[in-house]
């Protein structure tokens, strides 16, 4: 038998492995097909998640990261990886209970899209949603909630925030808009205005898996674009906030405390800030991106389902 016929033996017996959960005989019959291929990306994704079924997170990451070297914006396999590194629920259920802890009677969603994490707000209860073109059906919303279709520069820009509230400040705000550095920054500015030192905004898509998935140009279904710079910019600009990232796949969860209407250093420095940051390549964090974006533990009190 001709080798190429050994190497897809060898790959077919280790699919079938896996069908009856014979899993170290999957991974003899896999290595041995990788060994004389090692770029197929099917027998390293076969790896990978024989690994992560095995319970061994560290083998199975690395296996990943070697597909994510000849396909980096393989949508399957980031997805597979971010779990592994980031070990605290799904975003959406983190919201989840976050809102059950601490029930914010306003609530203030920028990006709205299919309202997911919109309709985690309670009906009794004042939420403001901002889409340019929500994917939601309106008319299904609960009396005290609204989606105003508008780019939220525009909306806050007409100063309907505290009509539509009925007070002067939100208790708790989520960022999933323009998942760009610019837009994620003035979002956060228009926000802050409306806040209390009690007021608390989580920001999604601070933690990117790579460098080809942070850009500013979409080129996969994974994109955080490049959101992860709000965290550099405030670190140094506005020292006074308390910044934290919660590992929640698929990107991460930021928080944003310790918040100060009253601040207008982004204001002031608005074009030198988006002159410094626009262009900055992400490998300037890459070797360093869990200190330099606040990536906290699962174990963080935020997470806490109490």
């Known amino acids: 038998m001709k080798d190429i016929d050994n190497l ?12 009856l959960g014979e899993l170290d005989l999957a991974i003899e ?21 024989v690994y992560k079924e095995k ?23 980031l997805l597979k990886y971010s779990s592994l590194h980031l070990d605290a629920p799904y975003y959406i259920n983190t919201l989840r209970n976050i809102h059950k802890r601490i029930k914010p009677k306003t ?32 008319s299904t919303l609960p009396t005290n909630h609204k989606v105003v279709k508008s780019s939220s520069d525009d909306y806050f820009n007409s100063d309907e925030v505290i009509e539509d509230l009925s007070v002067d400040s939100f208790q708790m705000a989520f960022l999933d808009g323009m998942h760009l550095f610019e837009y994620a920054l003035r979002d956060f500015m228009n926000l802050e205005k409306y806040a209390t030192s009690e007021s608390v905004i989580f920001v999604h898509d601070l933690y990117p898996m790579n460098a080809e998935t942070a850009t500013r140009q979409r080129n996969s ?10 965290f550099l910019c405030l670190t140094k600009y506005r020292p006074d906030l308390s910044l934290t990232t919660l590992p929640c796949p698929p990107s991460g969860l930021g928080v944003i405390e310790n918040l100060n209407s009253n601040s207008n250093v982004l204001k002031d420095n608005y074009e030198r800030i988006c002159e410094e940051y626009i262009d900055l390549s992400y490998d300037f964090i890459k070797s360093n991106a869990k200190s330099s974006l606040f990536l906290v533990d699962a174990d963080h009190q935020w997470l806490s389902h109490d």
């Open 107 to 138: 609530y203030v969603e920028i990006g709205v899209c299919r309202g997911e994490s919109f309709r985690l707000a309670d009906p009794n209860y004042k939420a403001i949603g901002v889409d340019p073109e929500p994917q939601l059906d309106l």
């Open 8 to 19: 897809n033996n060898y790959k077919i017996l280790g699919k079938e492995h896996i069908q």
């Open 55 to 77: 319970l061994q997170p560290n083998t199975a990451s690395e296996f990943y990261a070697k597909v994510l070297e000849i396909d980096p914006i393989n949508t399957a396999i």
């Open 29 to 49: 019959k896999l290595k041995l097909h990788h060994e004389k291929n090692p770029e197929d990306v099917e027998t390293l994704s076969m790896l990978g998640d």
């Open 221 to 230: 279904d994974f994109w955080t674009g490049d959101v992860w710079k709000l």
